[in-house]
């Protein structure tokens, strides 16, 4: 059917809920119509991510019907009943809207299939979740998320039984599955409350993350000033009670944004990379003057900072430099003797700086593909080598971070976790502020020593059908021409490519970067989850003044190579 008959079909069928019908007929823009149903939203190997609201194209209860249709057959046909009843499922979500309504939809259908459910009461973290799944010894993971994305927008992440985040090679088979449910009228929205069971094991989770303590000096964590803010998210609970155990005493909550506000009212958008959604919390900083500002997205796996300059300003810093120096601080307290082959992992798109660092100290850096589910999956080679005997693969994970304000130490979780990172965060702040120094004076004692790393992102949204083709356009013309003409190599991660130490080959991924002459390097990769196309810079320099002259020409070169 093409999509003006899907449109009607979904309209005139009462098997669909009368506020969805209500919402589609009053849509007068054909345009409209088809951006909704020309296609299935598509559960692909980062989830499901999409614009909340009626059609096919659209997050809803029968989107997400579908796809959770699909992830219990193959968890039956994989696993058998007897084991889906008894290690089941569990569901976890933020506070944006409809992820309570949409988990409840999860739970119904997993249970109405015959699965046990864990279902969390609250809103609690994406890394709550992914501590949860083998805390419960549970099959599978879902959780209700977009992360950072505006208030619109709603997703639907699905984790192992490791709570890993699916990578390509398994995604692929609940894909198979997914595809195979055509008809919206064969999923079952009553469920099996005997097989549901509510839960909260925040306490367990926290206590977990404890365990990542670095410095345990009562009275320099008292000297430290902090302000906090949840962004109206799934962090105030667990944040709070960490710093708090952690014996960080005065820290400030941002009461505007305390609450569970899926609208995210006082923000255009809740992303801690960006310095107006912390606004608040620097200008309740000023007022108290202290020392450093964080804050954390919807669903509390990214945290992003403020500190003070050197002209006693705010200044936020790069999901870069928050992990270099993490990377050092985490080094540092750190006993690598009791470890005998330590690793870190970061991204393919993350900075060299901290990769300088833990080489440095002799420590054996992995480069992974976009995506945290890449350096969760690092972790559990690791352990499965570990209980193999594969000396060839047996490394001790210490630390993993991405660009994109992602960090995890330990391995309580398999993915990003802003709960451990704000602890440690305000742990290296407070070890600076007891040297009389600020995180800057730090950063910039690392620059003196790797040198100076200018790391830049840029995201531009095309949406709509029309804004897919161009993104397409723009990757193909720059695999047929180079923009650069100092290019040490080109990696064009849409081919088989080798990775080191013997894990095999990346998983197929479009992404285009250049590695230019003088150690720079620029990647190129349309988002797995947005109706965007990202630049990634690094640019290194002799200093601040050089880097950013070197920065403005390669800026320049890709961006009209893009038509941008």
């Given at each position: 059917m093409g999509y003006l008959e899907v449109y009607k079909s979904w309209v005139n069928d009462s098997f669909f809920d009368e506020d969805i019908r209500k919402e589609l007929k009053c849509i007068t823009s054909e345009k409209e119509i088809e951006d909704r149903f020309y296609k299935e939203l598509e559960f692909g190997t980062g989830g499901l991510r999409g614009i909340m609201g009626a059609g096919t194209n659209r997050l809803n209860k029968y989107t997400v019907g579908k796809v959770t249709l699909g992830l219990g057959h193959y968890l039956m046909d994989a696993y058998g009943k007897e084991e889906c009843i008894k290690r089941g499922a569990v569901i976890g979500f933020d506070t944006r809207n409809n992820s309570k309504e949409y988990a409840r939809v999860v739970a119904d259908v997993l249970t109405g299939l015959g699965l046990k459910v864990y279902l969390m009461k609250d809103a609690r973290p994406t890394p709550q979740l992914s501590f949860s799944v083998p805390y419960y010894k549970a099959l599978v993971g879902v959780v209700l998320t977009a992360s950072h994305n505006p208030k619109e927008y709603n997703g639907y992440k699905v984790y192992d039984e490791f709570g890993c985040q699916l990578v390509p090679s398994q995604a692929d088979r609940v894909i198979q599955y997914v595809n195979e449910v055509k008809d919206y009228h064969s999923i079952d929205f009553e469920g099996n409350d005997t097989l549901l069971t509510f839960i909260d094991n925040t306490e367990e989770f926290v206590s977990e993350v404890y365990k990542q303590q670095r410095i345990n000096n009562e009275i320099i964590k008292n000297n430290l000033n902090i302000v906090y803010t949840p962004l109206h998210g799934s962090g105030r609970i667990p944040v709070s009670k960490i710093l708090e155990m952690d014996g960080f005493h005065c820290a400030s909550l941002v009461e505007e944004q305390a609450n569970d506000d899926g609208n995210f009212s006082t923000v255009k958008s809740p992303n801690p990379e960006d310095k107006e959604a912390l606004t608040l919390g620097i200008e309740l900083a000023k007022e108290l003057n202290v020392d450093i500002v964080l804050g954390t997205d919807p669903d509390c796996d990214r945290v992003g900072i403020a500190v003070k300059d050197a002209n006693n300003e705010y200044k936020l810093l790069t999901g870069n430099q928050i992990g270099s120096l993490l990377m050092d601080f985490i080094i540092r307290h750190t006993d690598l003797s009791e470890l005998e082959k330590p690793a870190i992992v970061k991204t393919i798109v993350t900075s060299e700086l901290?990769?300088?660092?833990?080489?440095?100290?002799?420590?054996?850096?992995?480069?992974?593909?976009?995506?945290?589910?890449?350096?969760?999956?690092?972790?559990?080679?690791?352990?499965?080598?570990?209980?193999?005997?594969?000396?060839?693969?047996?490394?001790?994970?210490?630390?993993?971070?991405?660009?994109?304000?992602?960090?995890?130490?330990?391995?309580?979780?398999?993915?990003?976790?802003?709960?451990?990172?704000?602890?440690?965060?305000?742990?290296?702040?407070?070890?600076?502020?007891?040297?009389?120094?600020?995180?800057?004076?730090?950063?910039?004692?690392?620059?003196?020593?790797?040198?100076?790393?200018?790391?830049?992102?840029?995201?531009?949204?095309?949406?709509?059908?029309?804004?897919?083709?161009?993104?397409?356009?723009?990757?193909?013309?720059?695999?047929?021409?180079?923009?650069?003409?100092?290019?040490?190599?080109?990696?064009?991660?849409?081919?088989?490519?080798?990775?080191?130490?013997?894990?095999?080959?990346?998983?197929?991924?479009?992404?285009?970067?250049?590695?230019?002459?003088?150690?720079?390097?620029?990647?190129?990769?349309?988002?797995?989850?947005?109706?965007?196309?990202?630049?990634?810079?690094?640019?290194?320099?002799?200093?601040?003044?050089?880097?950013?002259?070197?920065?403005?020409?390669?800026?320049?070169?890709?961006?009209?190579?893009?038509?941008?």
């Open positions: 901290g990769a300088k660092i833990a080489e440095k100290n002799d420590i054996e850096v992995f480069s992974t593909l976009t995506g945290f589910k890449f350096i969760g999956e690092k972790i559990t080679q690791f352990e499965k080598a570990k209980d193999q005997d594969d000396l060839s693969r047996n490394f001790d994970y210490l630390f993993g971070y991405e660009e994109s304000y992602g960090y995890l130490c330990g391995t309580h979780a398999r993915d990003k976790d802003a709960v451990v990172s704000s602890m440690l965060i305000c742990e290296m702040a407070a070890e600076a502020k007891s040297q009389n120094k600020t995180l800057m004076d730090k950063l910039n004692d690392i620059y003196n020593e790797y040198g100076y790393y200018k790391d830049v992102l840029e995201s531009f949204t095309l949406k709509g059908k029309d804004g897919i083709e161009k993104i397409n356009e723009m990757m193909s013309t720059l695999r047929n021409e180079c923009p650069f003409t100092d290019v040490e190599k080109i990696s064009d991660f849409n081919k088989t490519t080798f990775e080191e130490h013997g894990f095999g080959t990346y998983p197929i991924s479009n992404v285009l970067k250049y590695e230019l002459k003088d150690g720079s390097w620029v990647a190129v990769r349309p988002s797995g989850t947005e109706p965007k196309i990202k630049i990634y810079y690094s640019i290194r320099g002799n200093d601040e003044s050089d880097a950013n002259v070197r920065f403005e020409m390669i800026q320049n070169l890709i961006k009209t190579r893009m038509g941008l």
